[in-house]
């Protein structure tokens, strides 16, 4: 399970560095040989993780194949620290199908074997786990050449408050194996008695299968791939039409030297009934504005062709639609909205397989025509739909002025959504046109399948069920909430808010929108929170969005000092990677990890800490440009706080970067009190008996500059 037990422990502790707070998955530490004193670690294989929860308890099946790649047979000690948030019972464990004979250790006991591990310079990332119990049984023999398989079973009550309950298991320790594993997959099964809301994971992208409103199916499968975090899962449950539900977290107070901040961050997790009634669905009217310009030719415009279709199909009864394609000029399937019959939808299928690709790009009154379909009904969602893969060339072309005529002509509370297909399109123009009004921008690289992407699209906004969204936290006192404009809320999704609360206590959440013509009300007891240490990814994905927010005020606006330190502070504070905190990428090896901040530097004023564009306009269109406004629609929407960079890690409130093989503290300044602290002597292990806390940032490695009480902790060999 890794190259060394150095490097295995190492990698380990990068990935907990980054995940805060952590349980560990089983790992195997090889014994000592005559003559071998640190024989090579283990390479994992697999790793498969089946969970079933049901009525708040979750059973946890996991099964592993560790390889041995040494030339003689070792003997192992298998590790697995138990879940420290839950309760654990019926703990089991098999190797090649026989049952193993193990003990659970006590924490003080456990805390003697790792100090020991420790002592024979085995990496500190074993520090993690101090302060859980732990489950040790020996492994023998694991041949030469050879593989041992280890299945565990064990079950917990999972952690639940006000109504979230809060499911953890740790892939990271993964990152031991010295080969990538061949597959990774986890599996969670739920089965609850109240209707299932919000499915959330802050760590993985999940994919989410529901059957009913009160069984879901979690999944997440990588291949070839070190886990370098855990595998975190938040799930809501309430009888409401609307569930609503918060994860707050408060900074400890900060020792001397640092930022004092004693507000509050909280997680909003909003989710509409599964099963809600027709009744309550709301019907849409919704304009579909395609570009058939000549360079729209090819596999791009048959894509267009079956992306439309598929939405024509699946219009719902009591919708209204217009369709329009544009070149040079503007056609329209009908002079005005119709309702979605099936004799309306085949004949707007007709018209859609008539079109051909010819002529310019004619933006400007393709926008206006479809604005003018627009028709509105009280209560009603209006959308508009614009498809494009060229700049303006017909008509005019001026950003500016097409930005004011939209302006002009919209209508009521129209949303716009836009597709940009390939790199020759204006970002600032179709983001502008989305952003300003309740709608989103959508990219679809050359390399990417538009008819997918459209069609994915329309299945998430295909039934909205509760319109004009406002909310009021009451006496909390909420500031910097993300998103700025809360989007309507469809049927299937959920909705993720961030933002910072100033007053702490039970208040009231009120949620109001729009069913049909009425306003309708929804209030919500709601606990604002002191500190939390299971929340600790919520400030940083708060600030994950803040930033994207102010990148894209900058890239659509123009420079604006205040907005550049903003950015650079909270990119320095939170180990957010922009181009004004590029430093911290200065020893980044993953493969387009310091091209993605260039792309991203090159669409902003002056080019960020990359220096300015020699004289040029920060670019609006082509590839740069098209992978900018990906990244901060990316940041603006953030549901995840990885960053994904090895050289930057967020450990329990601070930010490290690596710099010269050391992982220092961004709160630490030169001219700071240093204490000098030899890494496993008898002064380390003392101060992490006094000062508990310190573990988690130790784990980092054998060299750390950790900021302390107000003086500089330098642990080195």
Same mark, same amino acid.
């Given at each position: 399970?890794?190259?060394?037990?150095?490097s295995?422990?190492?990698?380990?502790?990068?990935a907990?560095?980054?995940?805060?707070?952590?349980?560990?998955?089983g790992?195997?530490?090889?014994?000592?040989?005559?003559?071998?004193?640190?024989?090579?670690?283990l390479?994992?294989?697999?790793?498969?993780?089946?969970?079933?929860?049901?009525n708040?308890?979750?059973?946890?099946?996991?099964?592993? +194949?560790?390889?041995? !790649?040494?030339? *003689?047979? =070792?003997?192992?000690? @298998? $590790?697995?620290?138990?879940?420290?948030? #839950?309760?654990?019972s019926?703990?089991?464990?098999?190797v090649?199908?026989?049952?193993?004979?193990?003990? +659970?250790?006590?924490? !003080?006991?456990? *805390?003697? =074997?790792?100090?020991? @591990? $420790?002592?024979?310079?085995?990496?500190? #990332?074993l520090?993690?786990?101090?302060?859980?119990?732990?489950?040790r049984?020996?492994?023998f023999?694991?041949?030469?050449?050879? !593989?041992?398989?280890?299945a =565990?079973?064990?079950s917990?009550?999972?952690?639940?408050?006000a109504?979230?309950?809060?499911?953890?298991?740790?892939?990271?320790?993964?990152?031991?194996?010295?080969?990538?594993?061949?597959?990774v997959?986890?599996?969670?099964?739920?089965?609850?008695?109240?209707?299932?809301?919000?499915?959330?994971?802050?760590?993985?992208?999940?994919?989410?299968?529901?059957?009913g409103?009160?069984?879901a199916?979690?999944?997440?499968?990588?291949k070839?791939?070190?886990?370098?975090?855990?595998?975190?899962?938040?799930?809501?449950?309430?009888?409401?039409?609307?569930?609503?539900n918060?994860?707050?977290?408060?900074?400890?107070?900060m020792e001397?030297?640092?930022?004092p901040?004693?507000?509050?961050?909280?997680?909003?997790?909003?989710?509409?009934?599964?099963?809600?009634?027709?009744?309550?669905?709301?019907?849409?009217?919704?304009?579909?504005?395609?570009?058939?310009?000549?360079?729209?030719?090819?596999?791009?415009?048959?894509?267009?062709?079956?992306?439309?279709?598929?939405?024509?199909?699946?219009?719902?009864?009591?919708?209204?639609?217009?369709?329009?394609?544009?070149?040079g000029?503007?056609?329209?399937?009908?002079?005005?909205?119709?309702p979605?019959?099936?004799?309306?939808?085949a004949?707007?299928?007709?018209?859609?397989?008539?079109?051909?690709?010819?002529g310019?790009?004619?933006?400007?009154?393709?926008l206006l025509?479809?604005?003018?379909?627009?028709?509105?009904?009280?209560?009603?969602?209006?959308m508009l739909?614009?498809?494009?893969?060229?700049?303006?060339?017909?008509?005019?072309t001026?950003?500016k002025?097409?930005?004011?005529?939209?302006?002009?002509?919209r209508?009521?509370?129209?949303?716009l959504?836009?597709?940009?297909?390939?790199?020759?399109?204006?970002t600032?123009?179709?983001d502008?046109?989305?952003?300003d009004?309740?709608?989103?921008?959508?990219?679809?690289?050359p390399d990417?399948?538009?008819?997918?992407?459209?069609?994915?699209?329309?299945?998430?906004?295909?039934?909205?069920?509760?319109?004009?969204?406002?909310?009021?936290f009451?006496g909390?006192?909420?500031y910097?909430?993300?998103?700025?404009?809360?989007?309507?809320?469809f049927?299937?999704?959920?909705?993720?808010?961030?933002?910072?609360?100033?007053?702490?206590?039970r208040f009231?959440?009120?949620l109001?929108?729009?069913?049909?013509?009425?306003?309708?009300?929804?209030?919500?007891?709601?606990?604002?929170?002191?500190?939390?240490?299971?929340?600790?990814?919520?400030?940083?994905?708060?600030?994950?969005r803040?930033?994207?927010?102010?990148l894209?005020?900058?890239?659509?606006?123009?420079?604006?000092?205040?907005l550049?330190?903003?950015?650079?502070?909270?990119?320095?504070?939170?180990?957010?990677?922009?181009?004004?905190?590029?430093?911290?990428v200065?020893?980044?090896?993953?493969?387009?990890?310091?091209?993605?901040?260039?792309?991203?530097?090159a669409?902003?004023p002056?080019?960020?800490?990359?220096?300015?564009?020699?004289?040029?306009a920060?670019a609006?269109?082509g590839?740069?440009?098209?992978?900018?406004?990906?990244?901060?629609?990316a940041a603006?929407?953030?549901?995840?706080?990885?960053?994904?960079?090895?050289?930057?890690?967020?450990?329990e409130?601070?930010t490290?970067?690596?710099s010269d093989?050391?992982?220092?503290?961004?709160?630490?300044?030169?001219?700071?009190?240093?204490?000098?602290?030899?890494?496993?002597?008898?002064?380390?292990?003392?101060?992490l008996?006094?000062e508990?806390?310190?573990a988690?940032?130790?784990?980092?490695g054998?060299r750390?500059?950790?900021?302390?009480q107000?003086?500089?902790?330098?642990?080195?060999?």
């Amino acid at each position: 399970m890794g190259s060394s037990i150095r490097s295995l422990i190492g990698a380990l502790l990068l990935a907990l560095a980054g995940a805060g707070a952590a349980c560990a998955d089983g790992f195997i530490i090889p014994e000592p040989l005559p003559g071998v004193p640190r024989p090579p670690n283990l390479t994992v294989k697999y790793h498969h993780v089946d969970v079933e929860v049901r009525n708040g308890v979750a059973t946890t099946h996991v099964d592993q +194949v560790f390889l041995n !790649e040494f030339h *003689r047979d =070792l003997e192992g000690t @298998y $590790l697995f620290p138990l879940p420290g948030d #839950a309760a654990v019972s019926d703990f089991t464990l098999w190797v090649d199908g026989k049952p193993l004979t193990g003990r +659970v250790l006590a924490k !003080e006991e456990a *805390r003697r =074997l790792y100090e020991s @591990y $420790l002592r024979r310079k085995v990496d500190p #990332a074993l520090l993690e786990y101090v302060d859980r119990d732990l489950f040790r049984a020996r492994v023998f023999p694991i041949p030469a050449k050879g !593989e041992r398989r280890i299945a =565990l079973q064990y079950s917990q009550v999972v952690p639940f408050d006000a109504g979230v309950y809060a499911y953890r298991y740790p892939l990271d320790t993964e990152r031991f194996s010295a080969r990538p594993l061949q597959e990774v997959a986890v599996r969670v099964r739920l089965d609850s008695p109240k209707p299932l809301k919000a499915i959330y994971s802050p760590s993985h992208e999940i994919d989410v299968q529901r059957q009913g409103e009160q069984r879901a199916t979690v999944s997440y499968e990588q291949k070839q791939v070190r886990p370098d975090k855990d595998f975190q899962l938040y799930f809501t449950v309430s009888e409401a039409d609307f569930g609503l539900n918060l994860l707050t977290h408060v900074p400890p107070a900060m020792e001397k030297g640092g930022r004092p901040d004693k507000d509050g961050f909280f997680l909003l997790l909003l989710a509409p009934k599964t099963g809600l009634a027709e009744s309550r669905r709301l019907p849409k009217d919704i304009t579909f504005v395609f570009d058939t310009s000549g360079s729209m030719s090819g596999p791009k415009i048959e894509q267009a062709k079956k992306a439309l279709n598929f939405a024509l199909d699946n219009l719902n009864p009591g919708d209204r639609f217009a369709l329009l394609t544009f070149s040079g000029d503007v056609e329209r399937f009908r002079p005005e909205m119709v309702p979605a019959t099936p004799e309306a939808v085949a004949a707007a299928r007709k018209f859609v397989e008539e079109r051909q690709a010819r002529g310019g790009t004619n933006i400007n009154d393709a926008l206006l025509e479809g604005l003018k379909l627009q028709r509105p009904r009280p209560g009603i969602p209006a959308m508009l739909v614009f498809l494009t893969d060229g700049l303006p060339t017909v008509g005019i072309t001026e950003v500016k002025q097409i930005l004011a005529n939209v302006v002009k002509a919209r209508v009521g509370e129209t949303r716009l959504f836009v597709f940009g297909v390939g790199d020759d399109v204006h970002t600032h123009l179709l983001d502008r046109v989305s952003g300003d009004y309740g709608g989103t921008s959508e990219y679809v690289r050359p390399d990417e399948d538009l008819e997918v992407k459209v069609s994915s699209f329309y299945t998430k906004i295909a039934t909205p069920v509760l319109a004009n969204l406002e909310l009021d936290f009451g006496g909390a006192d909420a500031y910097d909430v993300y998103p700025k404009r809360l989007p309507d809320l469809f049927a299937g999704s959920q909705l993720l808010v961030l933002g910072r609360y100033r007053h702490r206590g039970r208040f009231t959440v009120t949620l109001r929108g729009a069913v049909g013509g009425d306003t309708r009300r929804f209030t919500y007891p709601a606990d604002f929170a002191g500190e939390d240490s299971g929340t600790t990814f919520v400030p940083r994905l708060w600030a994950t969005r803040k930033v994207g927010f102010l990148l894209d005020e900058l890239r659509l606006h123009g420079e604006n000092k205040e907005l550049v330190d903003e950015i650079t502070r909270l990119g320095m504070e939170y180990g957010i990677v922009t181009p004004y905190t590029s430093s911290l990428v200065e020893e980044e090896t993953r493969p387009g990890a310091r091209e993605a901040v260039q792309d991203l530097a090159a669409a902003l004023p002056q080019g960020g800490s990359f220096g300015g564009h020699g004289g040029a306009a920060p670019a609006a269109s082509g590839p740069a440009a098209v992978s900018a406004a990906r990244q901060v629609r990316a940041a603006k929407e953030a549901a995840r706080a990885d960053g994904g960079y090895q050289s930057v890690r967020h450990v329990e409130g601070k930010t490290f970067r690596l710099s010269d093989g050391v992982w220092t503290d961004t709160a630490y300044r030169p001219e700071m009190p240093r204490r000098a602290v030899s890494f496993a002597s008898d002064d380390y292990f003392a101060l992490l008996a006094k000062e508990p806390k310190l573990a988690r940032y130790f784990a980092l490695g054998e060299r750390v500059i950790v900021v302390w009480q107000g003086e500089a902790l330098v642990v080195a060999p």
